[in-house]
Nanobody, 120 residues
Framework: VQLVESGGGLVQAGGSLTLSCAAS????????MGWYRQAPGKQRELVAT???????NYEDSVKGRFTISRDSAKKSVYLQMNSLKPEDTAVYYC???????????????WGQGTLVTVSS
């Protein structure tokens, strides 16, 4: 299973970016998908998750500014980020909980990360 992120870059404070992540490979079912981030010198933290039925969860600091969505047919998850702040600067990682067959248990998979830099 491979997860490939795109959409990172440099943006000014107050601006917007949309991250995309597409899963490929031997996939039977994708359960929850999500976005995490890791700022320099800090631990990786959850940003947002979305279940198969569309239930979402957000880290408090991004509520009202970020929106997570998914397209199950495309095996993809997205993160619309608005009103970006310098403190949102981090490497953003896509995560997916995947079953590779009807008889397998689900396992966690990660993308390689995409850098988001917000300038003040």
């Amino acid at each position: 299973v491979q997860l490939v992120e795109s959409g990172g870059g440099l943006v000014q404070a107050g601006g917007s970016l949309t991250l995309s992540c597409a899963a490929s490979g031997s996939i039977f079912i994708i359960n929850a998908m999500g976005w995490y981030r890791q700022a320099p010198g800090k631990q990786r933290e959850l940003v947002a998750t979305i279940t198969r039925d569309g239930t979402t969860n957000y880290e408090d600091s991004v509520k009202g500014r970020f929106t997570i969505s998914r397209d199950s047919a495309k095996k993809s998850v997205y993160l619309q980020m608005n009103s970006l702040k310098p403190e949102d600067t981090a490497v953003y990682y896509c995560n997916a909980d995947v079953r590779t067959s009807s008889r397998s248990r689900s396992t966690d998979h990660w993308g390689q990360g995409t850098l988001v830099t917000v300038s003040s």
